[in-house]
Nanobody, 123 residues
């Protein structure tokens, strides 16, 4: 089993920045792929970015150039640096992990999920 705990959410004005963190514990060797998803109010969960253990990444078009995903394998921690935030980035942000997602941004491809951290961007 793998446990994921997100932190770093909050409220920020448009144009601001936030850095999310996700601490992983348990059998983390089974989770070479780690990702961020988000779920805006009243909408479906959507993929934001994914990173493989070797540093390969993929981003949703909506966040390219603004968000950066990173991981510290020694600390079993995943990060999401979010810059130039927009009101449409407002959502609950979730950390997820999988054995073999192959850089997928589809929620059903992930086995483990955190509880989420809220990000609110005001205009």
């Amino acid at each position: 089993q793998v446990q994921l705990v997100e932190s770093g959410g909050g409220s920020v004005q448009a144009g601001g920045s936030l850095r999310l963190s996700c601490a992983a514990s348990g059998y983390t060797a089974s989770t070479p792929y780690m990702a961020w998803f988000r779920q805006p109010p009243g909408k479906e969960r959507e993929g934001v970015s994914v990173i493989k253990w070797n540093g390969s990444t993929r981003y949703a078009d909506s966040v390219k150039g603004r968000f950066t995903i990173a991981r510290d394998n020694a600390k079993n921690t995943l990060y999401l640096q979010m810059n130039s935030l927009k009101p449409e980035d407002t959502a609950m942000y979730y950390c997820a992990a999988a054995l073999s997602s192959f850089l997928s941004l589809v929620p059903s491809d992930y086995n483990y999920w955190g509880q989420g951290t809220q990000v609110t961007v005001s205009s």
